[in-house]
C-alpha cells in the first residue's frame, strides 16, 4: 500500500471518529439531564418526556429487560 493511499484512508477515518464522539457527547449530557435521580439508569418513565426516542425504542435496547438502559447501552445503539 503506497503512503498516499494509507494517509487517505486514516484522514478519511477520523471526521467519524469526531461525528462519534460528538454523538456521545450529546448523549451523556441529555441522559444526564434526564435521570432525575442520578443512578445512571434511565427508566422507561424517565425518558418518555425527556428523551423520546429511546422512549419509542426503550425495549430493544433493554435487551435484558432489566428495566432500564444505561448510558453505555445508548451509545452502543446509536453507533448501530
Given at each position: 500500500?503506497?503512503?498516499?493511499?494509507?494517509?487517505?484512508?486514516?484522514?478519511?477515518?477520523?471526521?467519524?471518529?469526531?461525528?462519534?464522539?460528538?454523538?456521545?457527547?450529546?448523549?451523556?449530557?441529555?441522559?444526564?439531564?434526564?435521570?432525575?435521580n442520578?443512578?445512571?439508569k434511565?427508566?422507561?418513565?424517565?425518558?418518555?418526556?425527556?428523551?423520546?426516542?429511546?422512549?419509542?425504542?426503550?425495549?430493544?435496547?433493554?435487551?435484558?429487560?432489566?428495566?432500564?438502559?444505561?448510558?453505555?447501552?445508548?451509545?452502543?445503539?446509536?453507533?448501530?
Amino acid at each position: 500500500m503506497s503512503l498516499i493511499c494509507l494517509a487517505s484512508c486514516i484522514f478519511a477515518a477520523v471526521p467519524a471518529c469526531a461525528d462519534d464522539i460528538s454523538r456521545n457527547k450529546e448523549i451523556q449530557e441529555r441522559f444526564a439531564k434526564c435521570d432525575i435521580n442520578r443512578d445512571g439508569k434511565l427508566t422507561l418513565n424517565e425518558a418518555k418526556d425527556c428523551m423520546p426516542r429511546i422512549y419509542d425504542h426503550f425495549s430493544r435496547i433493554d435487551e435484558q429487560n432489566k428495566g432500564y438502559v444505561t448510558v453505555a447501552q445508548i451509545e452502543a445503539m446509536a453507533a448501530r
